[in-house]
């Protein structure tokens, strides 16, 4: 797919912000695992963190093409996490366009069109990934608030968000018909950042583990009605999860760029070993998945931005994310091998290229969770 000149300019314009702040400081944040706060405002600037934020409420307004094409930029800067960053908050956003009330929308919106205040969602559970029926966090009523009790696992910008999408069980229907959704701030008594998690990549985005103890939220917080938090959750991270596969795409090009740079300087047998038929063959299948996961990127960001019917968005959602998830990890460990030895070693990025994209085909919903999605919509 062929991008239109704006999408063109924009997709440049990132490029070249992720080359002046992004690249320099890529190993950096894989070895020190701090978050670089000062990309917020760099980000910011240009719209990218608050991309979701319609402009009725002072935000840019920009469509999903938009924040695909950011986050693979970012990504092929050479930081899968700091990809994150772009369209940081719009699952927050989207939650709220779809369910929230037109009082939490003006109360809210206008803060993160700023794109300095960072968000979350906290739904997964020690015991509650997948499968919403296990849901242990429980909300109950008390006067004009709802106070929240439980824990939620690997919250990614958990310590750095002053808001947050909280899901909790407000009533014992089963599965997720008793779960509604909470727009909390975090500065709230009762949100316990509890463990800074030690992930295997992405290093520089903090991951965490939080306790919710007696946190008490306005009953006027709730997202939607009581018992319709976990669709409004869903239909977000539908949308979320194209850009997702974006990173993925960003991320494989940033292997296969380095390992093309590393065969034309390599010798065996007295010449650079690209001119071998079987690694020629190699960058020839690599190149060629990650151009088809972006034209499915693509498409998908296309189906939403053109109003495709439901079915069809979500299909494409799922296939996007799948596809990219595992042409990710066949992309970045192929890119290593032709490194050989090299490749193994920290002194090259490719190893960390490999570790950062392994976890695409599990956050936001497994590989597993997506061929369930994509069967169900082609079996119909």
Same mark, same amino acid.
């Given at each position: 797919?062929?991008?239109?000149?704006?999408?063109?300019?924009?997709? /440049?314009?990132?490029?070249?912000?992720?080359?002046?702040?992004?690249?320099?400081?890529?190993?950096?944040?894989?070895?020190?695992?701090?978050?670089? $706060?000062?990309?917020i405002?760099?980000f910011a600037?240009m719209?990218?963190?608050?991309?979701?934020?319609?402009?009725?409420?002072?935000?840019?307004g +920009?469509d999903?093409?938009?924040?695909?094409i950011?986050?693979?930029?970012?990504?092929? +800067?050479?930081?899968?996490?700091l990809?994150?960053?772009?369209?940081?908050?719009?699952?927050?956003?989207?939650a709220?366009?779809?369910?929230?009330?037109?009082?939490l $929308?003006?109360?809210?919106?206008?803060?993160?069109?700023?794109?300095t205040?960072? @968000?979350?969602?906290a739904?997964t559970?020690?015991?509650?990934g997948?499968?919403?029926?296990?849901?242990?966090?429980?909300?109950?009523?008390?006067?004009?608030? &709802?106070?929240?009790?439980g #824990?939620?696992?690997?919250?990614?910008w958990?310590?750095?968000?002053?808001?947050?999408?909280?899901?909790? #069980?407000?009533?014992?229907t089963?599965?997720?018909?008793?779960?509604?959704?909470?727009l909390v701030?975090?500065a709230?008594?009762?949100?316990?950042?509890?463990r800074?998690?030690?992930?295997m990549?992405?290093?520089?985005?903090?991951?965490?583990?939080?306790?919710?103890?007696?946190?008490?939220v306005?009953? /006027?917080n709730?997202?939607?009605?009581?018992?319709?938090?976990?669709?409004?959750a869903?239909e977000?991270?539908?949308?979320?999860?194209?850009?997702v596969?974006?990173?993925?795409?960003g991320? +494989?090009?940033?292997?296969?760029? !380095?390992?093309?740079?590393y065969?034309r300087?390599?010798?065996?047998?007295?010449?650079?070993?690209l001119?071998?038929?079987?690694?020629r &063959?190699k960058?020839?299948?690599?190149? @060629?998945?990650?151009?088809?996961?972006?034209?499915?990127?693509?498409?998908?960001?296309?189906? =939403?931005?053109t109003?495709a019917? +439901?079915?069809?968005?979500?299909?494409l959602?799922?296939?996007?994310?799948?596809?990219?998830g595992?042409?990710?990890? =066949?992309?970045?460990? @192929?890119?290593?091998?032709?490194?050989g030895?090299?490749g193994?070693?920290?002194?090259?990025?490719? /190893? #960390?290229?490999?570790?950062?994209?392994r976890?695409?085909?599990? !956050?936001?919903g497994?590989? /597993?969770?997506?061929r369930?999605?994509?069967?169900?919509?082609?079996?119909?």
């Amino acid at each position: 797919m062929i991008l239109d000149d704006d999408h063109q300019a924009f997709r /440049e314009a990132v490029a070249a912000m992720a080359a002046d702040h992004v690249a320099p400081i890529a190993d950096e944040l894989d070895k020190t695992d701090r978050f670089p $706060k000062q990309l917020i405002d760099v980000f910011a600037g240009m719209g990218l963190v608050q991309l979701a934020v319609p402009e009725e409420y002072g935000g840019p307004g +920009a469509d999903l093409l938009s924040h695909c094409i950011a986050r693979e930029e970012v990504a092929a +800067a050479g930081s899968m996490a700091l990809a994150q960053l772009a369209g940081q908050n719009s699952i927050v956003v989207r939650a709220l366009m779809d369910s929230g009330s037109d009082e939490l $929308k003006q109360r809210f919106l206008p803060l993160l069109a700023e794109g300095t205040r960072i @968000t979350c969602i906290a739904i997964t559970e020690p015991e509650a990934g997948s499968d919403p029926a296990l849901m242990r966090t429980r909300a109950r009523r008390d006067g004009s608030s &709802w106070v929240i009790n439980g #824990r939620k696992s690997f919250i990614t910008w958990g310590s750095l968000a002053e808001y947050a999408v909280v899901f909790a #069980r407000t009533n014992d229907t089963p599965r997720s018909r008793g779960i509604s959704a909470f727009l909390v701030e975090t500065a709230t008594p009762g949100w316990v950042v509890d463990r800074h998690n030690d992930k295997m990549g992405q290093h520089g985005v903090p991951n965490n583990e939080i306790l919710l103890e007696d946190l008490r939220v306005p009953a /006027e917080n709730m997202i939607g009605e009581e018992g319709q938090g976990f669709r409004a959750a869903m239909e977000a991270l539908h949308q979320n999860r194209p850009t997702v596969a974006g990173i993925a795409v960003g991320g +494989a090009r940033s292997a296969f760029d !380095y390992a093309r740079a590393y065969a034309r300087e390599r010798s065996q047998g007295g010449r650079p070993i690209l001119e071998y038929q079987g690694l020629r &063959w190699k960058f020839a299948d690599m190149a @060629t998945q990650i151009e088809a996961a972006r034209n499915l990127v693509w498409s998908c960001a296309r189906a =939403y931005d053109t109003g495709a019917p +439901a079915s069809e968005r979500v299909k494409l959602s799922s296939m996007a994310k799948l596809f990219a998830g595992e042409m990710v990890q =066949y992309v970045t460990s @192929t890119a290593l091998q032709i490194l050989g030895g090299h490749g193994y070693m920290k002194d090259h990025p490719v /190893e #960390r290229f490999m570790r950062d994209g392994r976890l695409i085909g599990i !956050y936001e919903g497994t590989s /597993e969770i997506q061929r369930n999605i994509v069967a169900r919509e082609v079996l119909r």
